[in-house]
């Protein structure tokens, strides 16, 4: 049986790494193993090898990643993907994988270009439209339910957490924000010689019972747990788990082609 990674180090949310886990489980658990994997891994002990078909990495900070994988860490994930390998960036994850990363919250903004550097494209967010017209704040309150129109027309309800716009428009488009102006790409793929990135601005793994349970165990004020059962309510009403099929055969559809 293949394996599928989701990488667990320095940088990433436990509940992202966590719930992408349970996400990917449900989806895969008898096609695939679904592991975890850090930068010690990949660096010295060849986690990447073969028998792998896709590495996750999921929401967190790039700039943690970046300090375990700089350099030969990079280099080793170029490879996998060159070679025939799956790359799944998800946030942080997502901002990572692009050539620019352009980052705008509250008290601070980051540009950089340490990065895996291989999707050309700027990532650019917080995306304050999306949030109350408030930027990223390291809090749940930046967060909201966001709705996606997915490449073949349906929109899709889905929860927001700082993601970026892919600014280079000649990627292929997987989704676009529903609600922003114009058509900003909140998910896109992109070929690397044999293999593939990719990247979703959004959380696929937090659906609104795993919104809800993170509000009652993670919330570090009662505003912000309430802030996330109203964001688990509004994706509820909304009905998001009959587009979630779709969405999720769209992002993980090479997978399912290829178990």
């Not at 946030?91 to 050309?120: E, M, R, W």
């Not at 994706?235 to 997978?255: A, G, M, N, P, Q």
Request: hydrophobic share 35%; proline share 2%; net charge positive.
């Amino acid at each position: 049986m293949k394996k599928i990674l989701i990488y667990r180090d320095y940088g990433q949310i436990p509940d992202s790494v966590n719930y992408l886990k349970i996400w990917l489980e449900s989806i895969f658990s008898k096609t695939y193993s679904i592991e975890f994997t850090d930068a010690t891994s990949i660096i010295k002990l060849n986690a990447l090898d073969n028998n792998v078909a896709a590495l996750f990495m999921p929401g967190g900070f790039s700039k943690g990643f970046y300090e375990k994988l700089k350099g030969q860490g990079n280099n080793i994930i170029k490879k996998f993907i060159y070679n025939g390998g799956l790359y799944y960036g998800i946030c942080a994850g997502a901002y990572y994988a692009c050539t620019h990363i352009q980052f705008n919250a509250k008290n601070y903004q980051i540009t950089s270009t340490d990065t895996l550097g291989l999707v050309p494209t700027v990532a650019l967010g917080s995306i304050k439209e999306l949030c109350f017209n408030n930027l990223y704040n390291n809090d749940a309150l930046s967060s909201n339910a966001c709705s996606l129109k997915l490449n073949n027309g349906m929109l899709h309800n889905c929860f927001y957490s700082g993601g970026p716009v892919f600014l280079n428009n000649n990627l292929e488009s997987l989704a676009t924000y529903n609600t922003l102006h114009g058509q900003q790409n909140a998910a896109v793929s992109y070929n690397y010689n044999k293999g593939k990135l990719i990247l979703i601005a959004t959380h696929p793994e937090f659906n609104d019972i795993e919104i809800k349970d993170y509000a009652i165990h993670s919330a570090k004020k009662a505003s912000e747990a309430k802030h996330l059962k109203s964001i688990s309510r509004k994706l509820r009403l909304s009905k998001v788990h009959k587009t979630k099929e779709i969405f999720d055969s769209l992002i993980l559809k090479d997978l399912l082609k290829h178990p």
